[in-house]
């Protein structure tokens, strides 16, 4: 399994004043910690970017470039600042993502075509909704394969987000036994084995104790492992968390164990 | 999940001097801290209790039921000291076990009938050994599953151990993910919702630094019971272990959430 860092995200106030301000250096200290946290990927979650979106994205992408190797998962819902950050991506770069929503439909989707590069797709309803169980989430997952292939992509390309859902949700916990069951199905009911990926951090989103939440982390992420998910997408500075993905990979490591790994 | 506390073996030096001098109170100082701690049902692993298998079974047993009403797992090699042991209980007894071993086929399964209990299945060779892989590991069970039958026990009374291996052989952590597909499996392959139990402990044996042994543990375990382990056997003062395994309970619970439960 790999580690997609969540933490450059607009949500963070310090991200937020680099991004308005243009100034590199937050957000390049930012990735350099993630990096050396573990992290695989980097999830650039700039959000809607209204103001500027061409020249924000463009200095988003370029200021984690220029300090870091990893793929970068462009995270947008802005159809122009993804395809200002795709030109301005010099490694590998993933969108993030598509839906059956009939916007990201018709805008993202052909991106992925454009630029070839692998597509994030969510199981949500086309109004954007959480599917109410685990065969819905599987029927919206065919509809979306559907429409990707109608697009003239590759199944390589196509990476599964079935969309954890908060525990503190009325039907939090039923659901997210459901995205179990959908990330076992998958393989089978698309005939391939589907890359997905998962955001941990919507599991504990809400009110609740820092601790507690870590725990609930540290247990989901295995199960979801175990299931198929190929990516966690995860706050690489919750360490407890990320030594649990170490410990899962050093469990599931087909070479001779070894204590030192761990 | 349930918890089975493993804490009650001749293994131990307190509880081996206790046994040999017919002194209960070690052994129901360790039951009651089990049953604070969580247990849902104690094992009390007596080894084959060479010299007198009779009296000290029966005292293990009296001992153990005089401060707990909790269900007791007879964990004995021995048939004369598993027959005065199941004599000797007075609420719910769990012969285990028994294997392809052709004296447990003999000894041990016949007990379960004549007693009406459940029993225990090791997925083991009937030289004792391990299978070497995940399709052997079911191809044991499905023969266990016919002689099980064979000796007129009722599915419900059956509970299958797919044995887990030490990490430190030289393919432990491929035998310990054959044993999650044998856990996803082993409903399908033999028709019914079958009951399985697992030995944590087996998982560190040996040499290893404690604290990386428990993460191992907590990490194990909810891949072990999100693939469908009934119940785990697994020392109860490990307290992370045993907070993981109520997180775990917490996550797939069709309650409302709180954060009180965990």
Redesign the interface.
């Known amino acids: 399994m790999l580690l997609v860092a969540d933490n450059i995200r607009i949500t963070n106030k310090r991200i937020e004043r680099a991004v308005n301000e243009l100034n590199p250096a937050p957000i390049q200290e930012m990735a350099r910690r993630c990096e050396a946290a573990g992290a695989d990927a980097m999830d650039i979650n700039s959000g809607p970017l209204s103001r500027e979106p061409v020249k924000q994205m463009t200095f988003l992408v370029e200021a984690v470039q220029a300090v870091s190797d990893l793929p970068i998962l462009i995270d947008t819902a802005n159809p122009r600042a993804m395809k200002a950050g795709l030109e301005a991506n010099k490694k590998v770069a993933i969108i993030n993502g598509f839906s059956l929503e009939p916007a990201k439909l018709e805008q993202m989707l052909p991106l992925a075509k454009r630029f070839g590069t692998r597509i994030v797709g969510y199981l949500l309803y086309p109004n954007g909704h959480v599917p109410p169980d685990g065969s819905e989430r599987l029927n919206v997952a065919v509809a979306l394969y559907d429409a990707f292939r109608k697009a003239g992509l590759e199944n390589e390309q196509l990476i599964i987000d079935p969309v954890v859902a908060p525990?503190?949700w009325?039907n939090?916990?039923?659901q997210?036994?459901d995205i179990?069951s959908v990330l076992?199905t998958l393989p089978d009911l698309l005939g391939f084995d589907v890359s997905t990926i998962a955001g941990l951090s919507n599991l504990t989103s809400g009110q609740?104790?820092k601790e507690?939440k870590r725990?609930?982390e540290?247990?989901?992420l295995?199960?979801l492992?175990?299931?198929g998910l190929s990516m966690a997408l995860l706050n690489m500075f919750h360490e407890k968390t990320v030594?649990?993905a170490g410990?899962?990979n050093?469990?599931?490591?087909?070479?001779?164990?070894s204590?030192e790994e761990?």
């Open positions: 525990v503190m009325q939090g916990t039923i997210n036994m179990i076992r609740g104790d507690k725990l609930l540290s247990v989901y295995p199960m492992a175990v299931s030594r649990i410990v899962y050093a469990l599931i490591n087909k070479k001779i164990f204590w761990i």
